[in-house]
């Protein structure tokens, strides 16, 4: 849908504003060119790179499937950390759980999966928070 405003009553110039709905079809994707695999989200009135974490989580999510974790000593941590500190980053997860980047990657995807943490997107690193409410299926 496209609006126009006139820019002054004797003008022939006009503003344009293009209200464009948000998709259901989410990752998007570059499909041609050098930046064929990377993915971008919307952040506010940006777009950015999708992380390697935000990329899994986009495609897990449109899975119809709960998700399940063990809480063990490494989610502990985790917590203990979140309840602490207003967020995390997987860099500073794995320094503090003494685990791989990339088992604290997975580790936190699966955590935003299940609905106990979210991701924050940022243009350098991501942040992982607290979720509101925790909904715990036993």
């Given amino acids: 849908e496209i609006e126009r405003i ?45 992380s390697k974490e935000m990329k899994s989580i986009l495609k897990e999510s449109r899975k119809d499937k709960d998700f399940r974790f063990n809480y063990g000593k490494k989610e502990q941590i985790l917590m203990k950390y979140l309840s602490d500190n207003e967020s995390i980053t997987v860099e500073k997860f794995a320094e503090i759980a003494n685990i791989t980047e990339k088992t604290a990657s997975r580790t936190l995807v699966l955590l935003c999966l299940a609905h106990v943490i979210k991701i924050q997107p940022q243009e350098e690193e991501d942040r992982f928070i607290m979720t509101e409410e925790v909904e715990i299926k036993i």
């Fill in 6 to 50: 006139a820019v002054a009553e004797d003008s022939e110039r006009e503003i344009l504003i293009f209200h464009i709905p948000k998709s259901k079809h989410l990752p998007h994707k570059i499909v041609k060119g050098d930046d064929m695999n990377k993915i971008y989200i919307r952040v506010a009135d940006r777009s950015i790179q999708a």
